[in-house]
């Protein structure tokens, strides 16, 4: 199992103004399926450490009046809370606009033989002022372990 970072080029069509991106990938035997389905398996059941960390961001974002990130929401239109912005076979985008920042998840799924596929998780970020960069400074060395722990559970499902 290998999960790496990887570069990102801006602008990114997924979100042509983000100012801030990471991606992490995992090459080798495991995810098969669509982007929106590998999307679902990855972030549909986070383990209590990650929900903990989600639930006091919540707490903490709401007294600022921004939006909370449900992970127990799945339908249609969302994949762990997060809206679905576009969707194909090979890639899904989640993610939405608020006050502070705007923000894309970017799936993409490419499959590298019967056995073999390749996940990448791009991160885009707008930041529209001051908190919004702040945020992104406090929260990114968790967004980091966040990202790579999922893409690990994921491979070794």
Do not use: C
Not at 58 to 81: E, M, P, Q
Not at 102 to 118: L, W
């Amino acid at each position: 199992m290998s999960i790496a970072p990887e570069p990102v080029s801006l602008p990114h069509p997924a979100l042509p103004e983000a100012d801030w991106a990471d991606r992490y990938v995992f090459s080798g035997a495991g995810p098969q399926g669509t982007a929106l389905e590998v999307s679902k398996r990855m972030l549909g059941r986070p383990p209590g450490w990650i929900r903990g960390l989600m639930a006091l961001r919540n707490r903490i974002v709401s007294l600022f009046g921004l939006k909370a990130a449900d992970l127990g929401v799945a339908d249609a239109a969302t994949v762990a809370g997060f809206p679905v912005v576009s969707e194909r076979d090979g890639q899904v985008v989640l993610g939405f606009n608020d006050s502070h920042l705007d923000f894309r998840i970017v799936v993409d799924v490419e499959a590298k033989g019967a056995d073999d596929s390749k996940v990448a998780v791009t991160t885009l970020v707008r930041r529209h002022n001051a908190f919004g960069r702040l945020y992104i400074a406090v929260v990114t060395p968790f967004h980091r372990v966040i990202v790579r722990s999922t893409l690990g559970r994921l491979a070794r499902d």
